[in-house]
T-cell receptor, first 115, second 110 residues
Framework: GAVVSQHPSWVICKSGTSVKIECRSLDFQATTMFWYRQFPKQSLMLMAT?????????EQGVEKDKFLINHASLTLSTLTVTSAHPEDSSFYIC???????????FGPGTRLLVL | DAKTTQPPSMDCAEGRAANLPCNHSTISGNEYVYWYRQIHSQGPQYIIHGLKNNETNEMASLIITEDRKSSTLILPHATLRDTAVYYCIVRVRGNTPLVFGKGTRLSVIA
């Protein structure tokens, strides 16, 4: 199957700093990428959908100024958590969809801990 | 909101078939049934999907009832590495994202 990578896999940062997470589709082009968040013992929650070259669409309750998403190419999307706070500590997972939209593939996830 | 109902947990003996049920009574004609699993602390892994015919691949088989209101994922010979949370999701192909419910936690026991 198609491979999606994320970097970094782990990040620890101080409160108030910004953190960037990269998501890459390694062997296919992804016109659409998705970002999810997962808290302990809970299911994945969709945060936003991003299409290459256009602005991301955020789910209700997700602050677009706090979670900046850039999808500048068909193989790369980035999520920047700005001014991170301890409550932003979570497992962030990206997903990319192949053409013509049949299957979503997921990255391994990035665990963020804000101190 | 998730449009599927799954039991919260199941156990299966190693080497036996694991049969995971899913109810999707409000599925519409153009919605596919997708199955993913998530092993602890990893991203979800695609398993299989189908529209109305039964499907089989190297990982599993998917049995969809004739009225499409329910389905069963079958892992033919479960191993300890199959211990994971299994998600059944219905989705229209195209630009709609996957929306995850609570899934079924499958524990394979030696």
């Amino acid at each position: 199957g198609a491979v999606v990578s994320q970097h970094p896999s782990w990040v620890i940062c101080k409160s108030g700093t910004s953190v960037k997470i990269e998501c890459r589709s390694l062997d296919f082009q992804a016109t659409t990428m998705f970002w999810y968040r997962q808290f302990p013992k809970q299911s994945l929650m969709l945060m936003a959908t991003s299409n290459e070259g256009s602005k991301a669409t955020y789910e209700q309750g997700v602050e677009k100024d706090k979670f900046l998403i850039n999808h500048a190419s068909l193989t790369l999307s980035t999520l920047t958590v700005t001014s991170a706070h301890p409550e932003d500590s979570s497992f962030y997972i990206c997903s990319a969809r192949d053409f013509p939209g049949e299957t979503q593939y997921f990255g391994p996830g990035t665990r963020l801990l804000v101190l | 909101d998730a449009k599927t109902t799954q039991p919260p947990s199941m156990d299966c003996a190693e080497g036996r078939a694991a049969n995971l049920p899913c109810n999707h009574s409000t599925i519409s004609g153009n919605e596919y049934v997708y199955w993913y699993r998530q092993i602890h602390s990893q991203g979800p892994q695609y398993i299989i999907h189908g529209l109305k015919n039964n499907e089989t691949n190297e990982m599993a088989s998917l049995i969809i009832t004739e009225d499409r209101k329910s389905s069963t994922l079958i892992l033919p010979h479960a191993t300890l590495r199959d211990t994971a949370v299994y998600y059944c999701i219905v989705r229209v192909r195209g630009n709609t994202p996957l929306v995850f419910g609570k899934g079924t936690r499958l524990s394979v026991i030696a």
